[in-house]
């Protein structure tokens, strides 16, 4: 990749950012307050959600273009699909650092990528010289984000939809 753009990050800014990473409780005596119930419940309610998988991670978002990753690309990926290449797509993808989501999907398709890049040209470079190495790779087509009307996490879907 090529230089960083956005704010500096130093060693202690990135310990931060990845120990964070790794799951982070909410202050939750907050989360009591704001659900009206005593501070001991919050806490087993939330351990249960935990527990039962409800809850799967708590975790801080960081905005991409404070860290030099103002561009946002869709690829939407042709491959050769059979069992040998499944794996090692899904390998290859994960240790891709620009990309952000990986899914296998249905239709024209084989998978949807989402990807931060610093740049056009390192997005153009992702594709050119890094997927087209996937095994069984056939085509791809690049979506450039041009604006996002709402990117949050799937728990406003969830509480708007009365679960």
């Known amino acids: 990749m090529s230089e960083t753009r956005g704010t500096a990050l130093d060693d202690a800014d990135r310990r931060i950012i990845h120990r964070l990473a790794e799951g982070v409780e909410p202050e939750l005596d907050s989360v009591a307050n704001d659900a009206g119930v005593p501070l001991g419940e919050a806490r087993q309610r939330f351990e249960r959600l935990r527990t039962s998988g409800v809850v799967r991670e708590c975790a801080v978002r960081i905005e991409p273009s404070a ?3 103002p561009v946002t690309g869709f690829l939407l990926v042709r491959v050769a699909q059979n069992s040998e290449n499944y794996e090692a797509i899904c390998q290859m993808v994960r240790d891709l650092e620009e990309v952000e989501e990986a899914h296998a999907v249905s239709g024209d398709f084989d998978w949807l990528l989402k990807v931060r890049c610093w740049s056009l040209n390192d997005l153009q470079r992702l594709v050119i010289d890094r997927l087209s190495l996937l095994p069984g790779y056939i085509r791809s087509q690049t979506c450039i ?5 709402c990117d949050y996490a799937n ?3 969830v509480t708007s939809a009365g679960y």
């Open 67 to 69: 860290v030099g990753l």
């Open 145 to 149: 984000v041009l604006d996002t009307a």
């Open 155 to 157: 728990a406003d879907v």
